[in-house]
């Protein structure tokens, strides 16, 4: 029945892959009738030469207020301190994130505001910059041109029809344009003046380079489309502006007006560092994860030699121990693989990523069951468990579930999707509420030693089991705090190209905790953890005889609560 289970689990996982995709560093978003003020597209740490490049289309405001002039639309690329955390104040509740003023900001910050009624976008750049903006600009008709438009007979003159540029030919090289991969766009690049096969194709097609550092005002132009609007920009980091950035949507009349009005987009973003597509701090974690993993893997046949040295002292327990090594290893093999693909590709491959998610279930599932087992004393004192305990399986169990859920849901999702937030919190409390939970069984151990060693006579072998039950606890609570709260503050206080330490400590600390763990529960004779107490009639018997010296200088042989290890012990 348990093994159907963990079947189901694991095509459910592998069907909710399917269906979600994977986690890659070209992002795709599509968001329909969507009513937030803010929405993040994505952080990334950007090297030197690190480039960014944005192309929104289907741009469409299902309802509008009356007066839609004065709000501000568009998006921003502003520098984080930490991951996702801004560095300029300008999120107040009533002031829009898309008009801070110069004094107000410090590090890089770019605007990018769309105005529907003129056709353009305003890009304003503020704080030092350092970054070269790659885009069409918005070229004014010529004056001849301009009277044409205004005249009586014409069309064009009708106000409520906004301006478009060329509207004969602008839609169908949008379309190709809007089509293609953001990355090809830099074949596109030409200086200003290059000469075309048709002139308003050439002025469609024209990207115009922007050092920001001098220029901090530009016009972009903005496309419309049947209702629809559009337009693309590519982003260079220079060197003195690399650095942790936040890209984000911003939709100021549902803040201003108190009212939420839908609006709709999709959004293609590509952002890459200088031959990876990877942010700075996880260009290193390919090496990284296939390091640790042949730490774990050694460390894994270690253990196996033990156990096949001392394997009539065995229980079943340290097995799953084994398996749990194993997976660990393998698990970490499939994420590197995952990050390779990801560096030189911009997405991983659906089957290796299918492999990394599947491993992570199952080393996720056996590290939490284990630790629970050995809290319980299963298979090394006893072979029932009680119903309390039995309860805690049943919690975590399920919670184990919902955490992988949680975490596959995170990496298949893009960041401006409504679920990533709501699913990144469920990860962090549920994974809580695991870590405290395998702490009862050990807790509920060490009060059963303490009442036990004063009651059953036992004392010196429980006070031996009392403080290796103590140490496990210890050990246990350290990993989680330092796993889940230190490694996270140090992340947060260490530069963005050296955030990857984070998933390093975090690997260390799990081999040190899984070898000191293997350590204080190896199956050794010796180990007072392992030797089971005797009933009271045989303790009492083997008193009896030696009192009496009838077997004086004889020794037996006894047969431990295990069945298969036989020892030899003087009666005297």
Sequence with gaps: MAVDHRVYVGAGYLFLLLLTGCKARIHTLTLKNETRVAVDLNNFGFLANGTLDVNLYSLVFTEKPANFSPHHVGFSFSRSRVNGILSYTAEDTELCPLTPTQISVTKPLILFLIDIN???????????????????????????????????????????????????????????????????????????????????????????????????????ALDRVNNTYNFSFRLEVGPEAEGPYTLTFHYCPNKSTGKRYPYSFTVNVTERNPGSFLSAAEIPLSRLYIGMAGFFFTAAMVWVYILMKHRYSVF????????????????????????????????????????????????GALLFITLALIGTGWAFVKYILSDK??????????????????????????????????????????DLICCGAVLFPVVWSIRHLQEASTTDGKAAMNLEKLKLFRHYYVMIVCYIYFTRIIAILLEATMPFQWQWCYQFLVEVSTLIFFVLTGYKFRPASNNPY??????EEDVEMDEVVTESGALEGISKVKKTCNGRDRQKESTL
Excluded: C
């Design 316 to 363: 079943k327990i340290h097995w799953l121990m084994a398996a749990l090594a194993f997976t660990k290893s393998i698990s970490l093999v499939f994420h590197s693989i995952n990050y390779h693909f990801i560096s030189t590709e911009g997405q991983p491959l659906k089957g290796w990523a299918v492999m990394y998610y599947i491993t992570h279930l199952l080393k």
């Design 389 to 430: 305990e039995k309860k805690i399986f049943m919690i975590v169990i399920p919670l184990q579930v919902l955490d992988n859920v949680a975490y596959i849901i995170i990496e298949s999702t893009e960041e401006g999707n409504r679920e990533y937030n709501q699913w990144t919190q469920v990860l962090f409390l549920v």
């Design 118 to 220: 003129s056709s353009s976008v305003n890009v304003k750049a503020l704080g030092k910059q350092d970054n070269i903006l790659i885009a069409r600009q918005k070229v004014e008709p010529p004056k001849g041109q301009r009277k044409r438009r205004d005249a009586p007979g014409n069309k064009e003159s009708n106000p409520s029809q906004p301006v478009v540029n060329n509207p004969e030919k602008p839609s169908n090289d949008l379309t190709k344009n809007n089509k293609d991969n953001v990355i090809d766009n830099q074949k596109n690049v030409k200086e200003p003046g290059e000469k075309s096969a048709s002139a308003g194709v050439a002025k469609n097609a024209t990207r115009e380079k922007f050092e920001l550092a001098t220029i901090n005002k530009v016009t972009l």
């Design 530 to 535: 392992l030797q089971l107490p005797q009933d």
